[in-house]
């Protein structure tokens, strides 16, 4: 009995993921890697195919399909030898505020663009002086008649150069308590006072433009607010765990493409005259890495099975944040690990792999904030 | 048993550490490891100061120090910068293969040569595929001087170095025996080829070299014929005592980092030194540094007393690199997004770690031989 009861239909799906990807995405992925930055039109065409916000419903352009949809799409990106294009950002951690919180306004305007690719968006909570404590952010909003006039700087923000459209956590400076101060705004790249101020150099993911981004004076119309006024903080509760999960499908997937892809590596690769699988000290370090891997996907699709179910996922997806992803990272080290001194070139695969890997156990709540979470649910 | 440093190694540990403060910029170091450059102008004030080869014999233009005073000196310069520390290091690669098994000739051409910033030496000996016992590059005898055949891979500066050791498999000797030569780059019939990018140790540029028929004379012979084994065993015992110090000054540094990272950092109100996690970490990382630390002097200080034991020598450079490796990555963890951005240093240390974990020979590799060590195995 499988867990995620996965259907033809799915399966059609993910076949056309694949090839598409395989064609359209990794032959240009060393390109991409160098240039910092995934070009629009791989997006657009990602929309064309409607590989992007599967889950938008049908009225407004979408496929109103179920969460395994953004399961196969963000599964197969793995696939592609790189994370830069962020596709599943867009899809299933930004768009979705507008989905859940826009008035019909919102939606009618952003939302067929969002899914035909016309319009990448991104999310900027992260500044300069707030990382892990949300509440503390300093950008503000402030309104003035129809407006509402932004001023504040974010950083780390992921599709930060290429975003067309960015929701933005801001505070109300005449409203002391920090969470019921909190909006999120639409805010549409272009305008005037929002600038993509820089884009930032990193470890890995060298083909995402994650950018710090300005804000001065710019103003947005009042309607831009997500939600009832004071809600930010509440709905970014609410959509982070989807975003955890989202993290949890890079680190099983990805682990499970470097295990695989480093077997056949070092089954051809010889040491001492044997295949590297082979070398006695090697075998039961490679049978620990499988298990560890399996654990991980079990533990994976029980959480996306919850998920869709609706269940309340907090607990358990903050365990498994800190631990796929801190598993994917030592799947990458043993990885590498086992290939010697081709470990460290960079024309090697698993090379960029290690690299990506790190930042998964940081960004969406480092993997100290996971387990504050889950100290607090389980009432230690 | 004692446990201190001398005056005099205190001495030459702070004066490398004050080097390292004052002439690492760190914003050519961001431009360094990004072009993989290897930083000459460093490397050159470090020569002219005296500070590599101080092991060496005066007579050689060294200071006549011991290996653990050059350890102290690669400590203090990973310690600023992993990617500088470790291409000083790597700057005369192979130099203690001639001052132990080399003729005089050979001593007086290539150690003040590398001592005084005059040029690079490198040591080829690994090849594709990880196996001391045979190699395939080969010595065949030719007249009273030799030819050599094959190709090695993975030599550090093989584009900058002007000198060469080399490690053969010897023809017509007994079954195992490797020979070892001391070559200049410029000999005909040898190729280099680049290696592409790495993930680490970018300062130093990597190729392979193939050997075409390379014809040399018998001068050129480094130590016995036929006992090219043993003395690169013997090489290997120093070269991990120098790159465990690297790791423990790479430990250090990114601890450094952390440290000061999280006294600075404020969130929830309150300095994250603070914080019990954070707390926890910093002490984990403590613990690695210092273990590895003594680990390392204690390896140094063997081979010093002239009683080297490769048992140590292997925990050294097992134990260190590992320690790097943990350290810089909890040191991102605790600088967050702006660990993982280039502009925050310490991922830098984190990727030098990696390799220099790998470099040689892996820490699984290490740990087998450990085992066969241990339950008797030749």
Request: glycine share 10%.
């Amino acid at each position: 009995m499988e867990i995620l009861n996965y259907t033809e239909d799915h399966l059609r799906f993910r076949e056309r993921v694949r090839s598409f990807f395989e064609k359209e995405v990794t032959p240009h992925v060393d390109e991409w890697e160098k240039s910092g930055i995934t070009p629009k039109s791989i997006w657009k065409r990602m929309g064309e195919e409607g590989f992007l916000c599967t889950s938008v419903p049908k009225e407004y352009g979408g496929m109103g399909a179920d969460f395994l949809y953004s399961v196969i799409v963000s599964e197969e990106l793995v696939q592609t030898s790189h994370t830069g294009l962020a596709a599943p950002l867009h899809s299933d951690v930004v768009v979705p505020y507008i989905t859940s919180f826009g008035s019909e306004e919102l939606k009618k305007k952003y939302l067929p663009q969002c899914v035909s690719g016309d319009m990448i968006s991104a999310i900027a909570m992260t500044e300069p002086n707030a990382g892990s404590d949300l509440a503390s952010i300093q950008t503000t909003a402030v309104e003035d008649g129809n407006d509402v006039v932004i001023n504040g700087q974010k950083t780390f923000i992921s599709n930060g150069i290429n975003c067309d459209l960015l929701i933005i956590a801001a505070r109300d400076p005449s409203t002391s308590d920090a969470y019921s101060g909190m909006d999120l705004y639409v805010v549409e790249a272009g305008e005037k006072g929002f600038e993509k101020s820089k884009k930032l150099a990193k470890m890995g993911w060298q083909s995402q433009d994650t950018a710090e981004l300005a804000f001065t004076d710019c103003r947005i119309p009042k309607g831009n607010r997500l939600g009832t006024k004071g809600g930010g903080f509440l709905m970014l509760m609410e959509k982070l765990q989807q975003e955890r999960l989202m993290v949890c499908i890079v680190a099983v997937a990805g682990a499970e493409r470097m295990l695989r892809d480093t077997l056949r590596f070092c089954g051809e690769k010889v040491d001492f005259g044997k295949p590297i699988t082979k070398l006695h000290n090697n075998r039961f370090k490679i049978v620990e890495m499988a298990a560890e891997v399996r654990l991980g996907r079990v533990f994976l699709d029980k959480l996306v099975a919850d998920h869709m179910e609706g269940k309340s996922i907090v607990v358990d997806v903050s365990m498994a944040k800190f631990w796929t992803t801190e598993m994917a990272m030592r799947i990458a080290d043993q990885c590498l690990e086992l290939q010697g001194s081709y470990g460290y070139c960079e024309d090697n695969p698993m090379v960029r792999a290690w690299r990506d890997m790190r930042v998964l156990s940081i960004f969406a709540g480092t993997n100290e904030i996971m387990k504050g979470i889950a100290v607090k649910f389980m009432g230690l | 048993m004692d446990f201190n440093l001398t005056k005099e190694q205190a001495d030459i540990q702070k004066a490398a550490r004050e080097f390292a403060r004052g002439e690492f910029d760190p914003d050519r170091i961001l431009e360094w490891d990004r072009k993989q450059e290897f930083p000459v102008s460093i490397w050159k004030r470090a020569c002219d100061l005296g500070f590599q080869g101080v092991h060496f014999p005066e007579t050689y233009g060294g200071q006549g120090l011991e290996l653990l005073d050059h350890a102290l000196i690669i400590e203090a310069f990973c310690r600023q910068d992993s990617g500088i520390g470790l291409a000083m290091a790597l700057s005369d690669f192979g130099a203690e293969m001639v001052l132990v098994h080399g003729t005089d000739d050979q001593k007086r051409k290539v150690l003040p040569f590398v001592a005084q910033g005059e040029g690079w030496l490198t040591l080829a000996f690994l090849e594709e595929g990880y196996d001391l016992s045979t190699f395939q590059t080969i010595s065949h005898k030719n007249g009273n001087g030799y030819a050599i055949q094959g190709k090695k891979s993975y030599v550090t500066l093989a584009v900058m170095a002007q000198y060469v050791v080399v490690v053969c498999q010897a023809e017509f000797s007994e079954p195992g025996g490797q020979s070892i030569f001391l070559l200049t780059k410029d000999s005909k019939g040898i190729e280099l080829e680049g290696m592409g990018d790495k993930l680490g140790m970018r300062m130093i540029p990597m190729q392979s070299l193939t050997f075409r028929r390379v014809v040399i004379t018998g001068k050129d012979l480094v130590g016995q014929e036929g006992k090219g084994s043993s003395h690169l065993r013997e090489f290997l015992d120093t070269a991990r005592v120098e790159a465990g110090a690297a790791g423990v000054g790479i430990a250090q540094g990114a601890f450094d980092r952390a440290l000061d990272y999280a006294r600075k950092r404020e969130q929830f109100g309150k300095a994250i030194v603070t914080l019990e996690p954070i707390k926890n970490k910093l002490a984990d990382m403590v613990t690695r540094v210092e273990m590895a630390r003594w680990m390392v002097y204690r390896a140094a200080s063997s081979l010093d007393q002239r009683k080297p034991e490769d048992r140590w020598t292997i925990l050294a450079k097992m134990i260190a690199s590992k320690a790097a490796l943990e350290v810089a990555n909890d040191a991102i963890q605790i600088h967050g997004g702006y660990g993982y951005m280039s502009e925050g240093q310490v991922e830098h240390f984190y990727r030098d770690a990696k390799a220099l974990d790998l470099f040689m020979e892996s820490g699984s590799l290490e740990k087998s031989m450990l085992g066969d060590q241990i339950a008797g195995r030749a």
